[in-house]
């Protein structure tokens, strides 16, 4: 599975950004996709995941604010972000699972900062 990430930026405090994940390959096989995060000096976080079926689950520091959806038709996972803090900023993943054989396949990784 190949991804690639898009739609980062800058934006101020309160705005929205909406980030692309085309994927490609043996896309039928994923189970679960996600977006993760990693800002300067800390470790990789989840943000939110989404499976094959669409269940949907997110980290509590976003919860309520970004929505995380796919496009089976366009092969296509969406992170819909809205009322971004400065703590959001930070470079941001998309990631395919798959379960059997497991298969793990990131992104590049598209940066998003929010200005105070």
């Known amino acids: 599975v190949q991804l690639q990430a898009s739609g980062g930026g800058l934006v101020q405090a309160g705005g929205s950004l909406r980030l692309s994940c085309v994927a490609s390959?043996?896309?039928?096989?994923?189970?679960?996709m996600g977006w993760y995060r990693q800002a300067p000096g800390k470790q990789r976080e989840v943000v939110a995941t989404i499976t094959s079926s669409g269940s949907t689950n997110y980290a509590d520091s976003v919860k309520g604010r970004f929505t995380i959806s796919r496009d089976n038709a366009k092969n296509t996972m969406y992170l819909q972000m809205n009322s971004l803090k400065p703590e959001d900023t930070a470079v941001y993943y998309c990631?395919?699972?798959?379960?059997?054989?497991?298969?793990?396949?990131w992104g590049q990784g598209t940066q998003v900062t929010v200005s105070s």
């Open positions: 990631n395919a699972l798959v379960l059997s054989p497991v298969t793990n396949s």
């Open positions: 390959g043996s896309i039928f096989s994923i189970n679960v």
